[in-house]
């Protein structure tokens, strides 16, 4: 069974950064395609950015293309959402997810695994 454990969320200004971890145990993390996924209070579950097991091809929402950056680094199990230039509208809690398979595209039921999330905060 695969447990994967977010950190680093919080509260930061608009404009401000955060770098989102994803802690993966109980699995063989180098061959999954990971994502991370993010909802807002009453919205649906929304993609955010995925990348595949090799970290060689990685695929971003419009919505944060050119401001978030997905990566991974398969020795230490763990990976990666560099945040920079938030906006008001990027708060939500932030998940990550696991899909079996190398490579898995938009959509939650893509993923087999999913942590239990982190909240970030983006004030005006």
């Known amino acids: 069974q695969v447990q994967l454990v977010e950190s680093g969320g919080g509260l930061v200004q608009a404009g401000g950064s955060l770098r989102l971890s994803c802690a993966a145990s109980?699995?063989?993390?180098?061959?999954?395609?990971m994502g991370w996924f993010r909802q807002a209070p009453g919205a649906e579950r929304e993609f955010v950015a995925t990348i595949i097991w090799s970290g060689d091809f990685t695929y971003y929402a419009n919505s944060v293309k050119g401001r978030f950056t997905i990566s991974r680094d398969n020795a230490k199990n763990t990976l990666y959402l560099q945040m920079n230039s938030l906006k008001p509208e990027d708060t939500a809690v932030y998940s990550c997810a696991a899909a079996t398979r190398g490579a898995a595209g938009t959509g939650p039921n893509e993923y087999d695994y999913w942590g239990q999330g982190t909240q970030v905060t983006v004030s005006s």
């Open positions: 109980g699995g063989t993390f180098r061959r999954y395609a």
